[in-house]
């Protein structure tokens, strides 16, 4: 009987991958679990006994590859959500033995995207289709709706679509998954999300140390995790600043718990390959960079425990002054700016990352649409926002937009925020408060905005100097050398 009956098959039993096949079976379908080491099957079997009352369909476990591939129906359609890298590969060349024609692999990992496109290719020689699927959402998000970011062949997704709509995080405007585009469009759409996660995250970091440092020298009566609360019912509604309200009321006994945490923030490659990937491409994602460096810098702890006895910031009574020049002794005015300031840093780092998916969709050919990829991750994944609709709305105005600071909406509330946005980061500067994420987004701001960059009329004129490297000038076509010095 459980022979050719299951519609999915599911590898690799860790966190996502249990979560993943539970999330299936409560919509409805036969699924059949495998992982390597059996106690993890056991353990999805239990758990799904538990919450058996939820789910519609089936979930079955086996102990051998061989007869968990002879449990799914024909063309069988496999998830893999095993470690990115070699154990993919290890676990694709025991499963290609009991696949056919036709038979669809979809790995679901974090994968670096052209070891899709190779593994893509070789199975393709047998005729067995494979894609690489950006899952996001963490935990949760699998468990009842992650956003799905599924790449390669069409007709690989024609024969799991409708399963996948059924398992993504549902919103206003329809399920968290399309088809991205072909190749490692699916793992690459995933690795900006995570590049522009890390941004987001650092961002609100940056305004909670300036909203903490100053709560305790300005008169603030309330708590700060309000201010979250508050924001999260406006522009910035979105997942992560709700979190970050949750976290600001989390205590142990009466204290904190986000005080007594280690300041290092680890990461896992994602955001460092997407700062690769863009350099690569020569596509300016600063404040990309600005948040990971933001977390190489956390990991110096101790250079830093050190260097607080021995360099400076400013004194107290500078400090006073500070605050009292920009108004931000009126803490309810320092709130109203630092929500102006976060939302126009949030426009300028989706549009580096949006910028960077443009780009290699263009060089790769993935022709991937923009306000889809907005879409669907409205909900399910870490950066669901309320503001990812903008974003759809201004690739439906201009599907070719350029940069999303073209876009006449946020053209407009760029212009509306930029002041506080130079305030903050100027005011944070000379406070001495870091804020490296914010100070990107202004600058990418102001670079974009400026007709000549005059430092980059310096540059050309000082590579010329040194290494003949010529240059192109305003007033004439041409391309130009100078002698500039007697001995040059
Ligand atoms: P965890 O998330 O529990 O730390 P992990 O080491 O990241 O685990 O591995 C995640 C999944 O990849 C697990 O299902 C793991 O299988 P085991 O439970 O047998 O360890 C799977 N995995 C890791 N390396 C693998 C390999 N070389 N071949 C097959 N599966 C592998």
Redesign the pocket.
């Known amino acids: 009987s459980s022979i050719n009956t299951a519609d999915i098959g599911l590898i ?4 996502m ?1 249990q979560n993943l096949a539970l999330n299936i079976a409560e919509k409805g379908f036969r699924v059949s679990v495998y ?3 059996s106690t ?1 099957t056991d353990d999805t079997i239990n758990r799904f006994q538990l919450e058996q009352k939820n789910c519609l369909g089936k979930l079955q476990g086996f102990y051998s590859l061989e007869s968990f591939v002879r449990s799914l129906k024909r063309p069988r359609k496999v998830i893999i ?3 990115a890298g ?2 993919v590969d ?2 694709i060349s025991t499963l290609e033995n009991y696949l056919e024609p036709g038979d669809l692999i979809v790995d679901g990992g974090n994968e670096w995207y052209e070891n899709t496109q190779r593994r893509a290719e070789a199975l393709s020689s047998k005729g067995i289709l494979y894609m690489g699927m950006g899952v996001s959402g963490g935990e949760d998000g699998a468990r009842h709706g992650p956003s799905l970011m599924p790449g390669g062949p069409v007709e690989a997704w024609n024969l799991v679509n409708d399963i996948l709509n059924k398992i993504a995080a549902q919103v206003d405007d329809g399920p968290c998954v399309t088809y991205i585009g072909p190749g490692g469009s699916g793992n690459y759409v995933k690795m900006v999300h995570n590049g522009i996660e890390y941004a987001d995250m650092q961002l609100i970091g940056e305004v909670y140390d300036i909203l903490r440092t100053l709560s305790q020298s300005s008169h603030f009566d309330g708590q700060l995790y309000e201010i979250f609360e508050r924001w999260n019912g406006g522009d910035l509604q979105s997942f992560l600043i709700e979190i970050t309200s949750q976290i600001l009321q989390f205590k142990e006994k009466d204290n904190l718990v986000v005080d007594r945490i280690l300041d290092q923030s680890g990461s896992k490659g994602t955001g460092m390959w997407t700062i690769q990937e863009a350099a690569k491409r020569g596509i300016p994602i600063s404040t990309i960079s600005a948040a990971l460096d933001a977390r190489y810098l956390s990991s110096l702890k101790d250079l830093r425990v050190s260097l607080s006895r021995q360099l400076h910031g400013i004194g107290t009574t500078e400090r006073n002054t500070i605050i009292s020049f920009y108004g931000w002794n009126d803490f309810e005015f320092l709130i109203s700016e630092l929500e102006k300031a976060l939302f126009a840093a949030k426009i300028c780092c989706y549009a580096q990352g949006m910028a960077l998916i443009q780009k290699a969709s263009l060089d790769e050919q993935w022709q991937l649409d923009c306000g889809e990829i907005a879409r669907i991750w409205k909900g399910g994944c870490i950066i669901r926002a309320r503001f990812l609709d903008r974003i759809k709305e201004a690739y439906k105005r201009q599907p070719n937009l350029l940069s999303l600071l073209e876009d006449e909406h946020f053209v407009r509330d760029l212009n509306n925020c930029q002041t506080a946005l130079r305030r903050v980061v100027s005011g944070a500067s000379l406070l001495g408060i870091p804020v490296p994420a914010l100070a990107s987004a202004l600058s990418y701001y102001d670079s974009c905005r400026k007709e000549i960059l005059s430092s980059s009329q310096l540059i050309q004129a000082q590579r010329d100097f040194f290494g003949a490297h010529t240059y192109k000038r305003l007033d004439k076509e041409g391309v130009f050398h100078s002698r500039w010095s007697e001995d040059g």
Not at 12 to 15: E, F, K, N, T
């Open positions: 690799g039993l860790a966190v991958g992982n390597r080491t993890k959500m095993v470690k070699s154990p290890a676990t």
